[in-house]
């Protein structure tokens, strides 16, 4: 009986990992900014289910919910970095303040979360680290270059952090998933001031991000079964995409990769 450590359990793939999670007989610590949202749940789970606050903008409060989550369960044995927001604005449109928040939820806070566990599991010389960042970790296009630029980050940080740990027993998964129906595109969308030249490029993506809230092809459960399936591979992947629009996009940035490469071997040296 496994022990998840799961940020932002109370809606989209955080709700859906927790249910899966369950399901397979494990034990849930739901690491939420609302707790009264996981009441329900907490009491059809009284053994399994443990709610703790958690303001992800707040360092003490990540040190606080570990310190917490260590001293009632002993060890955490897969830690999930689910919790996030979406946000959509040009990089000019993009204020000081909105790029630091993004950063600090979407990147540093995980890292965080991250440093807080490994200790422990490093100590048990076994573990598993889930980081959710997204197709966008991997490219980017006009409108959500603060995002992707948090989502990316994360990416490479776990990329070096998974050769760092593997001999000590704990592994790394980056789940990176398109187009699902979670409240990314709903009301919490945050977005940027508006500034007029960037209207061709920005405000079709602010529209159809709107336009797709609850219609997403990939359903979260799914993606949580695979997530599961994964970690039960004799040799899981580093990477695992999810939604064929997620695969078709970073195929399709690879062969841009792999085109620049091609069109300018006559400059290197």
């Known amino acids: 009986m496994r022990t998840w450590f799961i940020t932002g359990a109370n809606s989209g793939f955080g ?3 927790t249910q899966a999670a369950l399901a397979a007989g494990d034990t849930v610590i739901a690491a939420v900014r609302r707790p009264e949202t996981m009441q329900a749940i907490a009491e059809a789970n009284p053994a399994r ?3 703790l606050p958690l303001d992800l903008g707040d360092p003490t409060a990540r040190e606080h919910a570990i310190g917490q989550a260590l001293a009632g369960h002993g060890h955490i044995d897969v830690l999930v970095n689910n919790a996030g927001f979406g946000y959509v604005g040009a990089i000019e449109e ?3 303040a909105d790029l630091r928040d993004v950063m600090e939820v979407m990147f540093f806070a995980p890292l965080h979360l991250t440093r807080l566990a490994l200790p422990h599991m490093r100590a048990r010389r076994t573990g598993t680290i889930i980081q959710l960042t997204s197709m966008g970790g991997l490219l980017a296009f ?3 270059g603060a995002y992707c ?5 994360l990416e490479q940080a776990s990329e070096a952090l998974a050769g760092e740990v593997a001999p000590l027993g704990i592994r790394v998964l980056i789940v990176e998933p398109g187009a699902y129906r979670t409240g990314f595109a709903g009301p919490g969308l945050s977005t940027s001031r508006q500034i007029p030249d960037y209207a061709a490029t920005v405000d079709p993506v602010r529209q159809t991000l709107a336009d797709s809230h609850g219609t997403q092809p990939g359903d979260p459960a799914e993606a ?3 997530v599961l399936a994964a970690l039960e591979l004799p040799d899981p992947p580093l990477r695992l995409p ?3 629009d997620a695969v078709q996009a970073i195929q399709d940035k690879l062969a841009a990769v792999a085109d ?3 069109r300018t071997h006559h400059l290197r040296r």
Request: glycine share 12%; no cysteine.
């Open 260 to 262: 620049d490469l091609a």
């Open 94 to 96: 993009t204020p000081e």
């Open 242 to 244: 999810l939604g064929e």
């Open 15 to 17: 709700a859906a990992f």
């Open 49 to 51: 289910v443990t709610v």
């Open 224 to 226: 949580a079964t695979a």
């Open 142 to 144: 006009p409108g959500v």
């Open 149 to 153: 630029a948090a989502k990316g980050a």
